[in-house]
């Protein structure tokens, strides 16, 4: 199991990067925290794969176009797969850790349209739209599947018969799910395109570091200006400006903790144009210097 403390993504996209993702075997755990640096939060982002997860420590917050969901500590969740999502520490959290199952979900129902697809997969999906499911261990008929989770992060990937215990536990965990929340919701979040605010994620992900107006996106989104403009209020909650800046200040911030490039040059590569803007904007997302930013995190990394 991998210890993250920040997303990667693939080339050209802005789907999660998994290390060791196959088609062979579409699995992926990953034990994750938060709680280290000053931009606690992992930004909009999306995968094929769906995403079980039980918080170990601490709390999170999932912000889906479905609304906002708080996960408490002993709590667990699903996510549907290619949902846009992004997580964030509640201002009270301090210490955060929590285990995650990332699979296709054709490891569990063999292929698209076959009969466990149709029966048990598809329609749990479609429930599940653009939100997240939380099992509580306080409420009846809950905790044992929440148990059910935690246990299943004690499978060890050395031992004998791994793959096919670990097929089995996803399995009997998704189908308590189905059975806690049938597919009968009245309101099908799931339905809706999210197509055209993928495709401009992606293109911001591609051309952060140049210009970008309103046109360009709209043109990577295949609409209107207006529908852009609708599309991230929609989906995000933000104007397109306030999405790209965060962007560059994310891609920023990376920089800063994994390279040795100067603050001017890590300003001009992320599109700020002049380190003093770049410096001006990164103590107000972060409340700390850019400089100061490197140090503090690479102290805690040679803890």
Known sequence: MDIVDQLLYQGGTREQYMPGFTKKFPYYAICSKMDKGFRMEAPWHWHRSVELFYMEKGSVEY???????????????????????????????HHNLALLHLFEPFFLSGGAGSLIDQKYVSPFLDAAGQGVLILR?????????????????????????YEFHLRAALSEIWLRFLEICPPKAP????????????????YIYDHYSEKIDITDLAKAGHCSERECYRSFQEYLHMTPVQYIRSWRLERAAELLASGEDTVADIALACGFGSSSRFGKMFREAFSVTPLAYRLKLREEHSK
């Open 137 to 161: 261990p306080d409420v009846k008929g809950e905790a044992e599947v929440v148990e059910l989770l935690r246990r299943s992060f004690e499978l060890q990937a050395s031992s004998y018969g």
């Open 63 to 93: 912000f889906t176009p479905g609304g906002k969901f708080v996960i408490a500590e002993g709590c667990c969740g699903f996510l549907g797969a290619s949902v846009l999502h992004r997580t964030a520490l509640p201002e009270a959290c």
């Open 187 to 202: 309101e099908k979040l799931g339905q809706t395109d999210d197509g055209a605010i993928k495709n401009i994620l992606s």
